[in-house]
């Protein structure tokens, strides 16, 4: 009972050290952008904006967090955030939906996020992100991202919209 007892207690003591180095190998990346949407009078039909290609600077990121990209299990995007940089005091109402796409070189178009409900007054949005394995694409030396958008009110300015992603990347342990 006693060797039962103590191999019961050595097996969760490694199993809470695994999860620990796991965590080490764990790490986000950022990036901030911007894009304009331009002043438009159509409404509730989909105006298609595109961010320019976006360097992910991937190598020095994985080597800064002691990994290559052929170590990386998984990337997801964890966070998407648009915030509105112009024209001051501006808000989101003008928004009815928005989905987010990725692309890069020799990839197809994936869905990353999206919000099909935009509530008014909003001067931060909050995307709501899908499950997609993004690794192929952020390992890439570029990126793209486009967004669908619908309105449900005019658009008499432009605007600029800061895009805030936030990567979560997993990669092996030890390279293993």
Known sequence: ??????????????????????????????????????????INTPISISI??????????FSGNNTS??????IKLQQMQLSIVSPAG??????KSVEVFMQA???P???????????DGLTLLGLNTTDANL????TKDKFSIRFSTTTDE????????????????DAKILGQ
Do not use: W
């Open 1 to 42: 009972m006693k060797t039962r007892f103590i191999l019961i207690v050595a097996l969760l003591v490694g199993l809470s050290a695994c999860e620990e180095v796991d965590q080490l190998t764990q790490f986000t990346m950022d990036f901030n952008n911007k894009v304009t949407l331009p002043a438009n009078a159509v």
């Open 52 to 61: 320019p290609d976006i360097s992910t600077n991937s190598a020095s990121t």
């Open 69 to 74: 990209a052929g170590a990386i299990e998984e």
């Open 90 to 95: 501006s808000n989101f109402n003008f928004f």
């Open 105 to 107: 070189e020799g990839l």
């Open 109 to 119: 178009e994936v869905s990353v996020g999206s919000e099909t409900n935009v509530a």
């Open 135 to 138: 690794k192929d694409y952020i």
């Open 154 to 169: 005019a658009i008499t300015q432009d605007h600029e919209i800061n895009v805030k992603t936030v990567f979560f990347i």
